[in-house]
């Protein structure tokens, strides 16, 4: 089963503006960890949120968790060129075992 | 600050062959992983390994995968015979419990 699926593939914005992306989930989690990645780079982490938790805030990154609704969100607020990248949810079983979503294609244009 | 390393950043080999990918996790953490992620497609987790052993792996990770932590500090992954479908970036992970998974940089493999 698909874990981790995020929506939408694809989001092309410019400058200055706030970009969304979501995360869904079929099984239950410790915690949920949102990543970015450059083209054919390595994996940035950005933020961890818990089972526990319904929100976190870093900088400029703000992610929600309803664990009724098995779905995340990652805003990043004022966006900038620097912040063109693929951006991944990952949700981490009792073994820590990472299953990831095929991503969210961001573009930001100046 | 601590991060995960990766060697070589870049690995050709041809079908068939042996190949070795190194990490060296962060030094206090304990649990490892590998992953990796073919061209244009969703990172896949491979293998965890916890206390020399391996925790839990995945239907990819089948006969023709190994992995090792010879000494303190390395922690590898060998494919015994490669196929062109291995070609991907494999990345390894550690942590030091359930807290953030950190990934080094990336192997990028290409089997000719």
């Known amino acids: 089963s698909q874990q981790g699926e995020e929506d939408p593939q694809a989001l092309s914005i410019q400058e200055g503006e706030n970009a969304t992306m979501n995360c869904s989930y079929k099984?239950?989690?410790?915690?949920l960890q949102w990543y970015r990645q450059n083209s054919g780079r390595g994996l940035v982490h950005l933020i961890l949120i818990r089972s526990n938790e319904r929100e976190k805030h870093s900088g400029r990154l703000r992610v929600t968790l309803d664990t009724s609704k098995k779905s995340s969100s990652l805003l990043i607020t004022a966006s900038r060129a620097a912040d063109t990248a693929s951006y991944f949810c990952?949700?981490?079983?009792?073994?820590?075992?990472?299953?990831f979503g095929a991503g969210t294609q961001v573009v930001v244009t100046p | 600050e601590p991060e995960v390393t990766q060697t070589p950043s870049h690995q050709v080999t041809q079908m068939g062959q042996e190949v070795i990918l190194r990490c060296v996790p962060i030094s206090n953490h304990l649990y490892f992983y590998w992953y990796r992620q073919i061209l244009g497609q969703k990172v896949e987790f491979l293998v965890s390994f916890y206390n020399n052993e391996i925790s839990e792996k995945s239907e990819i990770f089948d006969d023709q995968f190994s992995v090792e932590r010879p000494d303190g500090s390395n922690f590898t992954l060998k494919i015994r015979s490669t196929k062109l479908e291995d070609s991907a970036m494999y990345f390894c992970?550690?942590?030091?419990?359930?807290?953030?998974?950190?990934f080094g940089p990336g192997t990028r493999l290409t089997v000719l």
């Open positions: 990952a949700t981490d079983d009792s073994w820590g075992k990472f299953q």
């Open positions: 992970a550690s942590r030091t419990g359930l807290n953030e998974q950190f």
């Open positions: 099984t239950s989690i410790n915690n």
